[in-house]
């Protein structure tokens, strides 16, 4: 995969906004369980109120309240409220909201950051849990703590019909201070959550003697919550969206770079680099390779950032809700790696097999399909449906392997699951019996726990179909990383003006990639312009591999071959091939139309040229026979013309071009000997001024050549015309004695 990174390049922008976007989203999900947290813990178990510093607080409950603060809390308190008397014209504004205010005078709290907040709440807390404690021993002397507990205090002491709170505000402040020593230790077990859970039951009562209307406040904070939860939500959705909407921009976009330049390279490989990959293997590198690639990077982009932000920030806010139920999440998380990791040591390996039995999968079904014909021939559709059958069931066989393992996952992850929230309700329920954790806490905990694991779920999938996209990702850079053996130099000449055509092969061996002997040795030999040069000889004797190496596609081994003098490895492919109306030994057409066929040569070609180069290559009787005429539909490789239209139609797309050198390769193999002679003759008035070279096995074809090369077994053994030849070469007068008869010759 690291080799195809160039390619997302271009999407860099796309990328940063994604995560971005994902960063917000991921923020987003982890804030509703908290939101969840405060609906259950404040709005439901607390009716609405959020903490322990009420907004307002009758003055005679304030003095109270100070009665447990030390000299430093009573002054932070007393500075952050404002006391209001009635009939003042202060209070006229607040009548309305706490009408107490109208017989007795109450504080009301400034607007305080959230620092000080946080500090008014334990000190307010503290204080509100002990004057409720006391109100409580007052109504129920049983409820007193026991003495050993430091609370020593006698309420049989205080006089009849004096206050408790007045009395205890009486006493020495050492004693006081003992006092509030007493409750503090009794709060140190408690924590500040609970204290403040506790403390809020205080201010729903002090709220309700102010004359509020505690259900509204109650209302009001589950519905404002429950917005901002709404709120939230939408954003997140917004930004799944969006990410998703940009990773699949990122994924597809940088697919179709990675199919154009694979297609690219292919198109500049030699016939030496098509011997290295199979035409079933560069399909499905530009195909199933790539969407996997695609695949991947759509996972990465949507998942690879998205599920540590989720996992990181869901284990921090896991643990500031209940730091001791860490090892919960720590053992389902390692529970997840170590599955992970067995399912990666048994399925990696088998990717790049079934990409390879994809490869086999496609080649035989190329064959099967391209060779129907020969198969029905032999009646072989038994064996070629074996042959079939056993690549499609390789690839089924190790496709349900891997889904075999793959699919064990989800039980388990789903057994991990569960068991992970059973764990943390049953540890939860306890600590909250315990009054050491609320009931919302223990639901966002629980739902912290669920998003880790879905994190490090992702994580997992991701980590699965990373190895097969990577395996992927290399075959397709192996095909991109193919270094040419056929390159334009880096200075290239150019042809001389006015171009002739003359060819030059001197002293020219050849031998394929790999191989140990020389196909062709020592080939020497001059075609000119205005002249016919024809190659002829036995089946394998390297007559098409000669004329292969003019185009170059291939390079000669030794040697060299000029062209008007020049060296054709010295100029760019673009401009030699340019100069090459080229007919090869199997004609191919193109899916569309006879025109769009023709115009392959010249796309500006005009209707004569057209018109012309089919009358000389014999094509107009066939063509023109159909209504549609030029327009006439050829089917995928030209299966709907016979082979001697296919050839011809081949001659013509190269008479289009009007090329100085024509090679025909054999073209002339499918027509019968009347079409042949008809064709040779009308092609000789258009092809007068330029190289013809003609590979064939027929004797009549070259009879009438300026020059004939005769080969044998890679060597020239005769050259000359069809008269000398006859005279000085015993190859050539076996093969046209097998051919003709000696009248034929004559």
């Not at 439901?44 to 907004?55: H, L, R, S, T």
């Not at 334990?122 to 002990?130: D, P, R, W």
């Not at 025109?595 to 290559?617: C, R």
Request: hydrophobic share 45%.
């Amino acid at each position: 995969m690291r080799r195809l990174i160039k390619y997302l390049k271009p999407y860099t922008l796309m990328i940063l906004l994604s995560i971005t976007l994902l960063f917000v989203q991921a923020n987003a999900d982890l804030a509703l369980p908290d939101y969840l947290s405060r609906i259950v813990n404040n709005g439901i178990q607390q009716n609405g109120v959020e903490n322990a510093v009420p907004i307002a607080i009758r003055q005679g409950e304030m003095e109270k309240l100070l009665i447990f603060m030390d000299p430093e809390e009573r002054e932070l308190v007393l500075d952050s409220y404002n006391l209001l008397e009635p009939d003042s014209t202060e209070a006229e504004g607040y009548l309305e909201d706490y009408p107490v205010l109208n017989d007795e005078a109450i504080f009301v709290l400034d607007d305080l950051d959230q620092s000080l907040t946080d500090q008014l709440n334990f000190i307010l807390g503290k204080a509100l849990v002990a004057v409720t404690g006391i109100k409580k021993i007052i109504e129920d002397p049983s409820q007193a703590p026991p003495m050993e507990t430091g609370f020593d205090f006698d309420l049989s002491r205080i006089p009849e019909g004096m206050d408790i709170f007045q009395a205890l505000s009486m006493m020495p402040d050492a004693q006081r201070s003992q006092i509030s020593t007493s409750f503090n230790e009794m709060f140190a077990s408690l924590g500040e959550s609970m204290i403040t859970q506790m403390a809020v039951g205080a201010v729903k009562t002090e709220y309700e003697a102010l004359g509020m209307d505690s259900g509204k406040i109650q209302r009001d904070y589950i519905l404002n919550t429950g917005g901002i939860m709404l709120l939230i939500s939408l954003l997140g959705g917004v930004s799944s969206i969006a990410v998703n909407y940009l990773a699949s921009r990122t994924a597809a976009g940088s697919a179709r770079d990675i199919r154009k330049a694979v297609f690219k390279k292919v198109e500049s490989f030699s016939s030496a680099e098509f011997n290295k990959f199979s035409t079933a293997s560069l399909i499905t590198r530009s195909t199933n390779d790539v969407t996997q690639v695609q695949t991947v990077i759509f996972m990465i982009m949507r998942m690879v950032f998205y599920a540590p932000i989720i996992g990181i920030g869901g284990i921090i806010r896991a643990i500031d809700k209940s730091a001791n139920m860490w090892w919960i999440i720590a053992v389902a998380v390692v529970t997840l790696v170590g599955l992970i990791i067995i399912v990666f040591i048994i399925a990696v390996p088998k990717f790049r097999i079934m990409q390879d039995l994809i490869d086999r999968l496609n080649l035989v079904t190329r064959e099967n399909l391209s060779g129907m014909m020969v198969i029905r021939a032999f009646n072989k559709q038994e064996d070629e449906e074996k042959r079939f059958d056993i690549a499609n069931r390789d690839l089924t066989d190790t496709g349900l392997f891997v889904a075999r393992v793959m699919v064990t996952m989800m039980p388990v992850m789903m057994l991990v699951m569960n068991g992970l929230s059973l764990g943390i309700i049953w540890v939860g329920s306890h600590q909250v019996a315990e009054a050491t954790m609320q009931v919302g806490d223990m639901m966002a905990f629980m739902q912290y726990a669920m998003q880790i694991v879905m994190a490090f779920l992702m994580m997992s999938m991701l980590f699965i179909f990373l190895p097969r996209a990577a395996v992927s990702g290399d075959r397709i850079a192996d095909v991109l990383e193919t270094e040419l053996e056929i390159n334009d130099p880096e200075t290239p000449k150019q042809f001389n003006l006015p171009f002739k055509g003359n060819i030059e092969f001197k002293d020219v061996s050849f031998r394929y990639p790999g191989a140990e002997d020389d196909v062709i040795q020592d080939i020497s030999f001059t075609a000119r312009p205005g002249e016919t040069t024809a190659f002829i000889g036995s089946t394998g004797c390297g007559k098409s591999t000669v004329i292969n190496l003019i185009p170059r596609f291939y390079d000669v081994t030794q040697g060299k071959i000029l062209l008007d003098g020049i060296d054709i490895r010295e100029v760019k492919q673009s401009d030699l091939r340019d100069k090459i109306g080229f007919v090869p030994q199997k004609g191919t057409l193109f899916s569309g139309t006879i025109e769009s066929n023709l115009l392959y040569a010249d796309k500006n070609a005009s209707p004569e040229t057209l018109k012309q180069s089919v009358d000389i290559a014999q094509a107009s009787e066939f063509i023109f026979a159909k209504e549609e005429g030029f327009e006439a539909e050829i089917s995928q490789g030209g299966s709907n013309v016979s082979g001697g239209q296919k050839q011809r139609l081949a001659i013509a797309r190269a008479l289009v071009k009007k090329p100085p050198i024509f090679i025909f390769d054999d073209s002339f193999s499918a027509l019968d000997f009347k079409t042949d002679v008809t064709l040779r003759r009308e092609l000789k008035k258009k092809t007068g001024e330029s190289t013809v070279l003609i590979v064939t096995q027929r004797v009549a074809t070259v009879k009438n050549a300026d020059q004939i090369v005769v080969l044998d077994e890679g060597r020239v053994v005769g050259l000359g015309t069809h008269t000398e030849l006859m005279k000085t070469c015993e190859t050539y007068q076996e093969i046209a004695l097998s051919q003709l008869s000696k009248e034929e010759l004559a």
